[in-house]
């Protein structure tokens, strides 16, 4: 059994900033890589970005330059550093992990329960 537990989700004013974490445990052997998803009111589950084991990262164009994906591999630990947060950054945010629970082990998605982000006045 793998669990993704996630935090630091909230209310924040426009230009804000938040960091959410997302922390794994339990019966996985090796992660590859880790990543966060969102879905706001009424769209699809869309990816804000994610890091790959070796450290090298990828981010939608709404966030590039806003967002900062970091993880700490001793510690199974993805990080979101969300700054100038706007409005349409409104969502859940979803933590992802690919990985596998024993050598030879098919690769699986794992994914944390949901983070509220609101970003209003």
């Known amino acids: 059994q793998v669990q993704l537990v996630e935090s630091g989700g909230g209310l924040v004013q426009p230009g804000g900033s938040l960091r959410l974490s997302c922390a794994a445990s339990?019966?996985?052997?090796?992660?590859?890589?880790m990543g966060w998803y969102r879905q706001a009111p009424g769209k699809q589950l869309e990816l804000v970005g994610s890091?790959?084991?070796?450290?090298?990262?990828n981010y939608a164009d709404l966030v590039k330059g806003r967002f900062t994906i970091s993880r700490d591999n001793a510690k199974n630990t993805v990080y979101l550093q969300m700054n100038s947060l706007k409005p349409e950054d409104t969502a859940v945010y979803y933590c992802?992990?690919?990985?596998?629970?024993?050598?030879?082990?098919?690769?699986?998605?794992?994914w944390g329960q949901g983070t509220q982000v609101t970003v209003s006045a």
């Open positions: 992802n992990v690919n990985g596998i629970r024993a050598a030879g082990d098919p690769t699986t998605n794992y």
């Open positions: 890091i790959s084991s070796a450290g090298s990262t």
């Open positions: 339990g019966s996985i052997f090796l992660i590859y890589s």
